[in-house]
């Protein structure tokens, strides 16, 4: 099935499109947004392999007991240190007469539950963020109320950073040519893009994007938050449905409330959920007026970067196409980690990129830059010249900027005339797969895909979150750990981000310590059976 879509470049709202297509009158009927099922046939989209690849092992009943019951005691305590042994640097000086600027649970929960492990989170670093970090040290010495540097250093093996292709280098053909830009072009303009701001790069930077991603067009922005929480609100407006993966992230939650439109949110890719709603949506339409909807939008990301998950895209497609929905496909961490060729999910299932309506994407993770890009039809992407506030507000991305991406994308293209990007994926699924069997043969509990390069492991309590990190930290092993409120409460965990620049030795070094940790604060929170047999790292073939 093919859909066109008509932009009414008047009012900034995307019209619904025409349908080129035969209609099976078993399954629908299609009137003004709404679908008339006929002797109740419905049919299922079928379970692809993919559903069968994911993992996400449940905790016992003990371990979530344990896990409530250790975080009221923390908040138990926190409200008796701030009621009885506030220190001064607390309290917030000369605000004599003003109301608190922070909400008062949050303030709370910053300063007796956060503190308590804030030397866990924003270290500062000293290099470029590869296989390896330099973090610069510091000390605290009122609980981590302040800190203070100690004039030394630390290497570790970084699996804190989204360098899923290996490109952030201080080396190299990527870092050479855009010194040379610097040199030749300077850093930046000072304009936006729809002003003064278009460079020839931005132009080719676009086109080798579009190129890239084998659609018509794209259009390229300077910071990956503000592609999707300003570009939303260009695209979707009142009246319209957004059905939104309940895990997307921070960027695509802003966008959705600025644009106005109603959102629900559907289980995470549960297709079965999604499909109800859709179902709902053109049978009610809009509430209380029981009008149709103007558009109905899907949103999803590619790999979610808390989850380690893949969407389940193929069945999302085929709702999409059944119910005459637009999707919006976020490919932040996908893009360029995923697919034989670096393309991303559509690459990844063998899907035409046609299919999805609108592309997303970062320039931050696999291409070792900064940046974000939307791409789609010619059409779309000149309603977007025209509307989006990213484009039109912001600031140009900076030519180096542009540069490093220019290089990488050449590089995983193979236009640089070598097989150096074919080899980073490679390595990169050979590393993805082996670290997860590794760690399923330890007894953890991990999450997501087997295919997914993000891989978090599941600790629980607030506690061993912080227990984890520091030690891994004197063992020279750089890691993030993500707890309450940023994940559920039962659900806190230790994050790690592979890369094709991890070397098996360093891999088996990580895997050797996460086994030491596992046994002395108890972490084999795992009932699946673990395979005895020794796992091989993979082969090229293998890897494909």
């Known amino acids: 099935m093919t859909t066109r879509m008509r932009f009414n470049m008047t009012d900034g709202v995307i019209k619904n499109g025409i349908l080129n297509e035969k209609i099976n009158s078993e399954e629908y009927k299609p009137q003004n947004g709404f679908i008339k099922m006929q002797n109740g046939v419905n049919k299922k989209p079928q379970k692809s392999n993919s559903m069968k690849k994911e993992s996400f092992e449940h905790e016992t009943l003990f371990t979530a007991a344990l896990t409530h019951f250790g975080f009221y005691i ?66 605290t010495r009122d609980y981590c109320w302040t800190f203070e540097f100690t004039g030394t250093e630390t290497e570790c093996i970084n699996l804190g950073s989204y360098n899923y292709l290996g490109f952030a280098e201080s080396t190299g053909n990527c870092a050479e040519q855009s010194i040379e830009t610097l040199k030749k072009v300077n850093c930046a303009n000072g304009s936006t893009r729809l002003e003064l701001g278009t460079m020839p790069i931005h132009n080719e930077l676009e086109q080798l994007t579009a190129r890239f991603l084998k659609v018509e067009d794209a259009i390229v922005f300077g910071m990956g938050f503000a592609t999707n929480a300003l570009n939303i609100p260009s695209l979707i407006s009142p009246g319209c449905l957004i059905l939104s993966d309940e895990k997307n992230h921070a960027s695509l939650i802003l966008g959705l409330r600025l644009s106005g439109a109603v959102t629900r949110v559907f289980h995470h890719n549960d297709v079965k959920d999604l499909e109800r709603q859709l179902r709902e949506a053109v049978a009610y339409g809009q509430p209380k007026s029981g009008e149709p909807w103007k558009k109905i939008f899907i949103i999803v990301e590619g790999i979610y970067s808390m989850e380690g998950s893949i969407v389940h895209l193929p069945e999302i497609i085929a709702l999409k196409k059944k119910y005459k929905a637009y999707l919006y496909l976020d490919e932040a961490h996908s893009i360029g980690a995923t697919g034989k ?52 507000y912001a600031a140009s991305m900076s030519p180096p900027i542009a540069q490093q991406i220019i290089t990488s994308m050449q590089t995983i293209m193979g236009e640089d005339g070598t097989n150096d990007g074919k080899m980073r994926i490679r390595q990169l699924a050979r590393n993805t797969r082996y670290f997860r069997r590794r760690l399923n043969q330890i007894g953890v509990i991990i999450f997501g895909h087997e295919d997914s390069p993000v891989i978090p492991m599941l600790v629980y309590l607030y506690s061993k979150i912080g227990v984890v990190v520091r030690d891994l930290t004197k063992r020279n092993i750089a890691t993030v750990g993500v707890g309450f409120p940023a994940t559920p409460l039962m659900a806190g965990r230790i994050r790690f981000c592979l890369s094709a620049a991890h070397t098996k030795e360093q891999l088996d070094y990580v895997l050797k310590n996460i086994k030491e940790m596992a046994d002395l604060i108890g972490l084999r929170y795992s009932r699946k059976p673990r395979d005895p047999n020794p796992i091989n790292y993979y082969t090229d073939s293998e890897s494909e």
């Open 341 to 392: 060729s670096g393309r991303g999910i559509c690459d990844y299932y063998g899907i035409d990129p046609k299919d999805v309506d609108i592309h997303m994407g970062t320039f931050t993770k696999s291409f070792g830059s900064a940046g974000g890009y939307i791409a789609g039809t010619k059409a779309l992407i000149n309603h977007l010249r025209l509307h989006s506030h990213a484009h039109a």
């Open 74 to 139: 923390l908040m138990f305590l926190g409200f008796i240190n701030q009621l009885l042994f506030a220190p001064k640097v607390a309290r917030e000086q000369n605000r004599k007469g003003y109301a608190p600027l922070y909400e008062s649970f949050e303030t709370f929960y910053l300063r007796y539950v956060y503190r308590r492990v804030r030397d866990c989170w924003n270290r500062p670093i000293c290099s470029v963020p590869g296989a390896l970090v330099t973090l610069k040290d510091r000390i």
